[in-house]
Each structure stands twice: as C-alpha cells, then as structure tokens.
C-alpha cells in the first residue's frame, strides 16, 4: 500500500455543490494532516492542517478525519470555478518522522 | 508575496553546465526543505535541513547538492545533469520544532530545463 492516496480524477463538481476529496494513508501513528491547493504552473498553497485530536472548519472549507480507517477528507462547499485545482494531501509519517505528499486530485468545478 | 522566494523562476540549461537555485523564507522558521515535481508524480523530497543541518537525504544523485548557510538561506547546485532532471523544483520551509507536523509553506518554485 502507498503511503499516502488519492483518486487523481479529474473530479467535476457543479458549481455551488460540495466538492468531497479524500486522502487515505497507511501509517496509523500519523498524526499530523495538511491540504494544498496547488494551481497549474503555480506552487502548492496551503488551505488546512489538522492535527489528529480533530475536524476543522474554515470558510467554506472543512477538514474531516477517519482515524479508524485512515483516511482524511476535505470538503469544499458552495464551489466556485475559482476552486479548480490539483488539491494535494500531505501526512506526517509518525515512525519516521517524514510529510509525505499524495499525488493529488484534479477538481473541476463545472459552471 | 508567499514569504518564500526562490530565484531564479526559470533556468534552461545544457548537460554539462553548472547552476545554483536559490531559497530565501522570511517567516523566521527554522527548517527547509527542496522537492522536485515531475509531470503526473507526487511531490518528491530530496533535502531538507534542520537549524543548518541537514537531516534528510532522499537517495538523490551526487549531481545535485544542497547548501544551508543559514536558517534562513537554501542553496541547490546543479551540475551534469540529465534531461529527466527537468522538473519543478520547489522550496518550503517550516517551523523547526516537530518538523513533520508543521505546515510547509512553498515558494513559487524553479522550473528548470535541460537541453
């Protein structure tokens, strides 16, 4: 199993629905979960960070975490184009102490 | 303005040639990191220092060598480099403490060429 997981998609959402992307990672002492958004041509831009003593809501952004079966979610609500992007799951390896990054999944977000 | 600024933005470069990228953070963090992106690849960690020192390197070729003279200041040299090293290579940094569950924050990135 990979390390960290994402569906690459491309993943097309209407726009003003709840885009849901999810993230699964295989060390269950990480502790430690990051979401990037990265635009085509630019560098990855942070959107959230959780740590694993819970969810955490921002704006339209939330970041959700299923510890028992390892996964993490971010969940855009009411879409806007502007939200089209590669959006980029990182986990923090708890044994060797490492972030490691997925390889992202494309969102579309549909006019 | 990211607080993290790498120089230069583009570089194309023949096999043989000699260049250095750039990093400067001023978000006063303490650890720094260089990654390369490839076209349909996860990100890829090659370095990364930690107050100065260098804690991680991740089996890259001796054709690429890292330089931390501060914590504030990264450096890559280049030198004989392949066509397959052309990519996006990507600085962050990151609070030094508990590096792994710190946030990294990235600069626009280098992208790089090679003839």
């Known amino acids: 199993q990979k390390e960290v997981e994402q569906n690459s998609g491309p993943l097309s959402v209407p726009e003003g629905a709840i885009a849901s992307l999810n993230c699964t990672y295989s060390?269950?002492?990480?502790?430690?979960f990051f979401w990037y958004r990265q635009y085509s041509g630019k560098s990855p831009e942070l959107i959230m960070f959780?740590?694993?003593?819970g969810d955490k809501e921002d704006g339209r952004f939330t970041a959700q975490l299923n510890k028992a079966s390892q996964y993490v979610s971010l969940l855009i609500r009411d879409s806007q184009p502007s939200d089209s992007a590669t959006y980029l799951c990182?986990?923090?390896?708890?044994?060797?102490?490492?972030?490691?990054f997925g390889k992202g999944t494309r969102l579309h977000i549909l006019p | 303005e990211t607080g993290v600024t790498q120089t230069p933005r583009h570089l194309v470069m023949g096999m043989t040639n000699k260049k250095s990228l750039k990093c400067e953070q001023h978000?006063?963090?303490?650890?720094m990191y260089w990654y390369k992106q490839s076209a349909k690849k996860p990100l890829e960690l090659m370095f990364v220092?930690?107050?100065?020192?260098?804690?991680e390197n991740n089996s890259v070729p001796s054709r690429f060598s890292p330089e931390c003279p501060n914590s504030s200041h990264l450096f890559l040299h280049l030198h004989t480099l392949q066509p397959e090293d052309s990519a996006l290579y990507l600085c962050?940094?990151?609070?030094?403490?508990?590096?792994?569950?710190?946030?990294?924050?990235f600069g626009d990135g280098t992208r790089l060429s090679i003839l």
């Open positions: 962050a940094s990151s609070q030094g403490q508990g590096a792994s569950n710190q946030p990294q924050h």
């Open positions: 990182a986990v923090n390896m708890n044994r060797d102490d490492k972030i490691i």
């Open positions: 220092y930690n107050f100065k020192e260098q804690t």
């Open positions: 060390d269950r002492g990480s502790q430690s």
């Open positions: 959780i740590y694993s003593n």
């Open positions: 978000l006063g963090h303490n650890a």
